[in-house]
């Protein structure tokens, strides 16, 4: 199990910038696929952005691709999701979530990831 906590959340104006941060703690933080979801208001929780263990390869759901960022420090045990161009519909609680398993067929699915964060609220104002 490994513990992980958010932050950097906050209100920003449409257009805007912020970086989210997930610190872990407990098992080797590099032994985990890393993930971001979001919940809005009013809605099922959302697969953002996935990361690979050495952070080679990273994953994006459509409404974010091109202007989120996923990132990882395993010297820091630290998950950062950069956001940029944020919109109003970005609002939403976000998670971050660590899987442990060495294969999945979808890693957008909810259900894979053990370990989840408190979120971090995120409210972009038009």
């Known amino acids: 199990q490994v513990q992980l906590v958010e932050s950097g959340g906050g209100l920003v104006q449409a257009g805007g910038s912020l970086r989210l941060s997930c610190a872990a703690s407990?098992?080797?933080?590099?032994?985990?696929?890393m993930s971001w979801f979001r919940r809005a208001p009013g809605k099922e929780r959302r697969f953002v952005a996935g990361?690979?263990?050495?952070?080679?390869?990273?994953f994006y759901a459509d409404p974010v691709q091109g202007r989120f960022t996923i990132s990882r420090d395993n010297a820091k045990n630290t998950v950062y999701l950069q956001m940029s161009s944020l919109k109003p519909e970005d609002t939403a609680v976000y998670y971050c979530a660590a899987d442990g398993a060495a294969w999945r067929a979808d890693r957008g699915r909810e259900a894979n990831y053990n370990d989840w964060g408190q979120g971090t609220q995120v409210t972009v104002s038009s």
């Open positions: 407990g098992r080797p933080f590099s032994a985990y696929y």
């Open positions: 990361i690979t263990w050495t952070g080679t390869d990273t």
